[in-house]
């Protein structure tokens, strides 16, 4: 590719992760955190739905027919028990669970848009590579770091094979000689009995 096209920024050549982790770390971190609030969000719903889903929870008129908790769904017991004094506790539920959805599609908003703003500087961030830069990332930061990757695992893997047949020789001559050799002389005079035993002299 380099040889037909000379060092010219592509996505082929260059994958667009290594423009962003060099580029515009600050910005994917960005998102990094955006993610992990929203799947704070969910672990949050799953929790409350996990207390008052089941059978005669709070939530357990709100769901369709698959089970599942929506908008609409909690939107409509909300509005059929607004005026029940007796369900207080049920409508405070169901709206908190309500906030939770708010709050997730809103998450899910605020990622789309920061990524599609990230995507755009990536984009143009190839147009405006000098051919120096292009050469850093491709050689620096693709070549040899997945050369140095390789060799890390190659390592990882050598080692773990020393440290296997250590063990096994470890465990092979844990026994010290001393108590070899004396094993083996009890070892023999038991021989020497059975042999006398079955008539045979033994010097």
């Known amino acids: 590719m380099i040889a037909q096209d000379g060092w010219k920024a592509n996505r082929d050549l260059i994958p667009p992760q290594l423009i962003i982790r060099r580029y515009f770390g600050a910005a994917q971190q ?7 609030a929203r799947e704070a969000i969910t672990h ?8 008052y889903g089941g059978e005669g ?4 008129e709100a769901k369709n027919e698959k089970g599942k908790l929506t908008k609409a769904g909690l939107s409509a017991r909300l ?15 169901l709206q908190a669970y309500l906030d939770l959805l708010d709050q997730e599609t809103e998450a899910s908003r605020k990622i789309r848009e920061a990524q599609k703003a990230l995507d755009a500087k990536v984009a143009a961030k190839y147009q405006a ?16 770091a997945r ?13 773990q094979a020393l440290t296997g047949r250590i063990k096994e020789l470890a465990e092979r001559y844990a026994t010290p000689l001393p108590r070899l050799s ?17 008539g045979f002299a033994w010097q």
């Open 79 to 93: 509005k059929d028990i607004f005026a029940d004094p007796d369900a207080a506790d049920e409508r405070a539920i």
């Open 129 to 144: 590579l000098s051919e120096d830069e292009v050469k850093t990332l491709v050689v620096d930061e693709k070549w040899l």
């Open 147 to 159: 050369v140095a990757a390789d060799l890390q695992a190659e390592l990882d893997r050598i080692s």
């Open 57 to 60: 929870g709070a939530l357990e």
């Open 182 to 198: 004396q094993d083996v002389e009890v070892l023999s005079a038991k021989v020497e009995a059975h042999l006398k035993r079955m």
């Open 30 to 36: 960005q998102i990094d955190d955006l993610e992990a």
């Open 44 to 51: 949050k719903q799953e929790e409350v739905d996990e207390e």
